[in-house]
């Protein structure tokens, strides 16, 4: 069973970058989509964006440019960072494993290992 | 893209069943059988228990099953039992190539 395990600066200044990472053990980078998802506290889950086995990152476009999730193969582990933070970027930010990439027309949205969780407040 | 529309909250007695809609758009819901649902715990990350409508993995109780009518997706919970008191969301691909998620709704179990 994959095991996602992720870590970034928690507390930021508003219009800083948020960066967090995302390790996964117990499996590889490949033939998986990549997903990062967040929830502000006391609410709804929000789909950030997913990168694919190739490096082709898709993105929500609430957050119009400030998004880019990486991968780094050698290290097995994949990145999201956002710029110019505000108040409205403080949530519990989730990284995920997708849908099998090689499954064609399957499994869509299908999130089944998800990381820990970590909570990024934005706050002058 | 507008989140997917879910009631705030569902209530039941244990045994009871239980139907949670999440209503989109032809643009997301209506436009591909890709519709998944999460189960959240407070304090825990969101746990897949249906994906493509209606497929459960490996491990997910039979009592949660999932179904779609347009633009209307559906999970019922059968049997409901006092674990099963939880934060539900449903998601959806798009046609845009993303996916959003819907508001989420409360099932509380009486």
């Known amino acids: 069973q994959v095991q996602l395990q992720q870590w970034g600066e928690g507390l930021l200044r508003p219009s800083e970058t948020l960066s967090l990472s995302c390790a996964v053990h117990?499996?590889?980078?490949?033939?998986?989509?990549w997903t990062w998802i967040r929830q502000p506290p006391g609410k709804g889950l929000e789909w950030i964006g997913e990168i694919n086995p190739g490096g082709t990152a898709t993105y929500s476009p609430s957050l119009k440019t400030r998004g880019a999730i990486s991968l780094d193969t050698s290290e097995n582990q994949f990145s999201l960072t956002l710029t110019s933070v505000t108040a409205a970027d403080t949530a519990i930010y989730y990284c995920a494993r997708g849908r099998s990439y090689y499954d064609f027309w399957k499994g869509y949205g299908k999130i089944d290992s998800w990381g820990q969780g970590t909570l990024v407040t934005v706050s002058a | 893209q507008s989140a997917l529309t879910q009631p705030t909250s569902v209530s039941g007695s244990p045994g009871q069943s239980i139907t949670i809609s999440c209503t989109g758009t032809?643009?997301?819901?209506?436009?591909?059988?890709?519709v998944s649902w999460y189960q959240q715990h407070p304090g825990k990350a969101p746990k897949l228990i249906i994906y493509?409508?209606?497929d459960r993995p490996s491990g997910v109780s039979l009592r949660f099953s999932g179904s779609k009518s347009d633009n209307t997706a559906s999970l019922t919970i059968s049997g409901l039992q006092a674990e099963d008191e939880a934060d539900y969301y449903c998601?959806?691909?798009?046609?845009?190539?993303?996916?959003?998620f819907g508001t989420g709704t409360k099932v509380t179990v009486l």
């Open positions: 998601s959806s691909y798009t046609t845009s190539s993303t996916y959003v």
């Open positions: 493509d409508v209606s």
């Open positions: 117990g499996g590889s980078l490949s033939g998986f989509c």
């Open positions: 032809t643009s997301d819901v209506g436009g591909y059988n890709f």
